[in-house]
């Protein structure tokens, strides 16, 4: 399986703090690659080094087999990678479809002036986003609630649109930060078949997540970082079982027992 993703010696510094520390992964193309840790080890800073946010301070970061390090976050996103957020980033006084549509600014390349110059051309582009806005809305199971504002929305069905507008531009990889934090059984229930399906349909998933349930259910591999640095790296069963783990993050609970 090739490699989509790789980060090759990665550190960033803040002043005098090491947020990440020397940190070497590679993400599988088709796989379901989960990064975890205790609260500021480092993980949503290694998403912004790999999405263009912060520059890192040392290392390389490759996607699709290019050095994207440096590059800014439109480029990268340009060529493959869309991402949801820890703290969802929506318009709250926008509907629910016109959210979406954001996420397909990409497919629409018209500016001001000719939006204004180009009439006809304008509302094609508008009724394509529009008609893609309605397919993703369906994808994942909103399609009743493309007109509601989304301020008026359900916190569950808000991580469910982020999805939706982050597969507008028919992403190769997908980060998702903390997906399932704040929904109840139920909503984790459908966010992890929803996930399922989006990898089975050949999008690759990199995810931050502290819901173990949710990580050891659908993560082909798992890298655990503490302070910064690598400290485990494998399939769910070893990593529930690591001695180094279980002590600085998982606790005995999730060790399974022979």
């Known amino acids: 399986m090739a490699v989509i993703l790789k980060l090759d010696r990665v550190t960033k510094q803040f002043g005098g703090l090491t947020a990440v520390n020397d940190l070497s992964l590679e993400v599988r193309q088709g796989s379901i690659h989960a990064l975890i840790g205790p609260n500021g080890s480092g993980k949503t800073t290694t998403t912004n080094l790999i999405q ?21 976050t ?96 028919d992403p190769a990889l997908l980060l998702l ?9 139920s909503e984790r229930g459908f966010f992890i078949d929803l996930l399922r399906r989006i990898n089975a349909d050949g999008k690759t998933l990199f995810l931050i997540e502290h819901n173990m349930d949710v990580v050891m259910n659908i993560s082909d591999m798992l890298t655990v970082i503490n302070f910064g640095r690598k400290i485990a790296e494998g399939t769910a069963t070893e990593i529930q079982n690591n001695p180094d783990v279980i002590k600085a993050y998982l606790g005995e609970r999730y060790k399974v027992k022979r």
Do not use: C, W
């Open 52 to 72: 263009g946010v912060f520059p890192v301070t040392g290392g390389r970061v490759l996607f699709r087999d290019q050095d994207i390090t440096g590059k800014p």
């Open 74 to 169: 439109f480029e990268i996103a340009r060529q493959g990678m869309a991402r949801t957020f820890q703290n969802i980033k929506l318009y709250n006084t926008m509907t629910a479809i016109e959210n979406v549509m954001v996420g397909g600014h990409q497919l629409a390349p018209m500016g001001l002036v000719s939006s204004l110059l180009q009439i006809r051309r304008s509302r094609s582009e508008e009724r394509m986003l529009e008609e893609k806005a309605n397919r993703m809305l369906e994808y994942v199971g909103l399609a009743s609630i493309g007109g509601e504002l989304v301020k008026n929305l359900p916190y569950g069905k808000k991580k469910v649109l982020e999805v939706a507008r982050a597969l507008m531009t």
């Open 177 to 185: 930060d903390e997906p399932a934090a704040g929904l109840n059984p």
